[in-house]
């Protein structure tokens, strides 16, 4: 079993939609949680972290982690054609700038 | 530069040939990581250095994998003997100290 499981989708929703991504994790031991969006062909940008359990809010986008339960959870609200890319949830014990293990990615196409 | 580069951006090997990948971060970025990515897969730790100290080495899939960045700002990740199996993006990043992680576009690496 993988540190993170994440379903690799894809995941297609119309323009408008609440996408909901998550992902599980199995080691204790991550405190740092973060979200990644990757278009084609170039490098992982970050998204959304969030530091141990609780909610955080950047416009359309919301990060939830449940450490009780190691799930993590991405909200993107009234989607748009521009949200289609790879998501990558990412975690870290020691901080950001520590080495992150990521999940395999969710591919979301938002259709107009 | 404004971000990172990596260079080149695609490389094609030649099964048993010698590989150098260079990775020019922003600058002040004291934290070096690089990553490969599989197809399909989330980024894969590989090393990370501090400076020009490489801390963790413990991601290199074996002793072809050899990192460098001797004077703390470009690195070099050099892979010798390339197989097949080698085939994928390989990704650098930097940040400053317990901060977020920014990723170069990568080199995507072919071997045949």
């Known amino acids: 079993q993988k540190e993170v499981e994440q379903d690799p989708g894809p995941l297609s929703v119309p323009e408008g939609a609440i996408v909901s991504l998550n992902c599980t994790y199995s080691n204790s031991a991550f405190q740092y949680f973060m979200w990644y969006r990757q278009y084609s062909r170039k490098g992982p940008e970050l998204l959304m972290y969030?530091?141990?359990?609780g909610n955080k809010e950047d416009g359309r986008f919301t990060a939830q982690v449940d450490k009780s339960s190691k799930y993590i959870s991405l909200f993107i609200r009234d989607s748009q054609p521009s949200d289609s890319a790879t998501y990558l949830c990412a975690m870290s014990a020691m901080g950001r700038d520590d080495k992150i293990i990521f999940g395999k990615g969710t591919r979301l196409h938002i259709l107009p | 530069g404004a971000g990172v580069s990596q260079s080149p951006r695609y490389k094609v090997a030649k099964r048993g040939q010698d590989v150098a990948l260079r990775c020019d971060p922003i600058s002040g970025h004291v934290s070096l990581f690089w990553y490969q990515q599989a197809l399909g897969q989330g980024p894969e730790f590989l090393t990370y250095f501090q400076n020009e100290a490489q801390l963790d080495k413990s991601g290199l899939p074996s002793d072809r994998f050899f990192a460098e960045r001797p004077e703390g700002s470009v690195s070099t990740l050099k892979i010798q003997r390339t197989q097949q199996e080698d085939s994928a993006v390989y990704l650098c990043a930097g940040s400053l100290s317990n901060n977020e992680q920014f990723f170069g576009p990568g080199t995507r690496l072919t071997v045949l």
């Open positions: 969030t530091y141990s359990s």
